[in-house]
């Protein structure tokens, strides 16, 4: 404001001066326009000094300038060395976070919106193949064209890391994680777990090994123990109660044998590639019939059918699975408790995907334990379990059941309330089918959960 003032003040001057020198010479309408083009020539000058500046010299010192545009000159210098600051400031935080990227031994690769290189440090080099020279501004499916890698990237779903060989190295086992940020912009990091899968790789084969060199010892003793059973009303009590007691250890462990064996094989490959359409329905009838079996007819067991969806996947490994939901019901609920297993669409009232639940009416879980019921041998209460004959597998054999069909499992249950088990498949591993609805079923022989060896 104070500038304006002096800028009208200097007008008034030189439009005053020259108009009165004007007057006196006798030309007053001359001396007023002199007055008004010496304003003009000085500021006109003024801004050429200014464009000169800034189009040349904007690092040097401004030119001086009078009245407003000293003050105009002074403000953009400072402002433009502030600005230079800033972006100077700026540059070496980026230049930080590139040196310690650099230093990382994990790989760090910057994608832009499209998904195209932009940066990598030198570990993604070695892990990844990239090169400096001629892979900037490809995108990463271009480099990494694993199908799996191409389908979690395109998912953008990046909450679980995903497991993969490297490109360049099929020895080298890398973890990658996205990130999304920014702009819609990712960031790839890969880490070397080579060691980590080698060390996991020998604990499922010595888990694996251990439980097939005892099914043969198991197999002698449960054979000479059911020998002795016929002959058991010839000993004395005690050695009768001993026998007894013996057999189901026997069972048991051979139960727990053969869960082990069964998850090592599930874990062995990732996928359950041999899929075929399921007949949901009489599969479900055979598995109520093998749990009135087990329940000796105290539960009330229903089938509900509610979409023609079918299912594709392996049979033996889904049935394994529902087995092992539906007996969970029948040994953790009271006699006389109603049990259910539907089929339907999911999420309700969709053609997305479809789930297969068992729902019971018993005593439920504690919301404490949902997170863990699917760790091995995780158990709520041990005692019971144990008393149940259950190996402490059963919901870790479904999980790993369902990883390999695309599938998750759900568990919703509050203690007094039931407990309901939701195995989500989605849209992917269902073919249109001519299913029809159905709630019937008859009882059949008895059967395990077990996959067959
Ligand atoms: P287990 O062999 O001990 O049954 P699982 O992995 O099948 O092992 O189950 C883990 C635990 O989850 C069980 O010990 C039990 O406490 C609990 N559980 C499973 N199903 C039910 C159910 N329907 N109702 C109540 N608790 C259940």
Partial sequence: MYYWTNELWRLAYLVGGLGALGWVLGEPGWGLAGGLGLFVFIHLRHLRELYVWLIRHPHQEPPVGTGVWGDLFDRLYRYHKHQRQTQQRLRDIIRRVQDSSEAMRDSVVMLDRRGDLEWWNSAA????????AHDRGQHITN??????????????DYREPLTLPSPIRDDLILQFQLTLYGDDERLLMARDISRLHRLEQMRRDFVANVSHELRTPLTVLAGYLETYGEYADQLPPRWQRGIVQMQGQTTRMQNLVDDLLLLARLETDHRAEQAAPLAIDSMLDSIRADAETLSGGSHHLRIEIETPQRLSGIEQEIRSAVSNLVFNAVRYTAPGSSIVMRWRAWPDGTQDGAALEVSDDGEG?????????????????????AATGGTGLGLAIVKHVLLRHDARLEIESRPGEGALFRCVFPAERLVNGELQASSAGKASAAGSGQLPQ
Wanted: glycine content about 4%; hydrophobic content about 40%; overall charge positive.
């Fill in 365 to 385: 879980i504690d919301p404490v334990h949902i997170p863990r019921l699917t760790e091995r041998f995780y158990r709520v209460d041990k005692g019971r379990s």
């Fill in 125 to 132: 080099e070695a892990m990844l193949g990239l090169q400096a």
């Fill in 143 to 156: 480099l990494l064209r694993d199908p799996r890698f191409v389908e979690y990237f395109n998912a953008r």
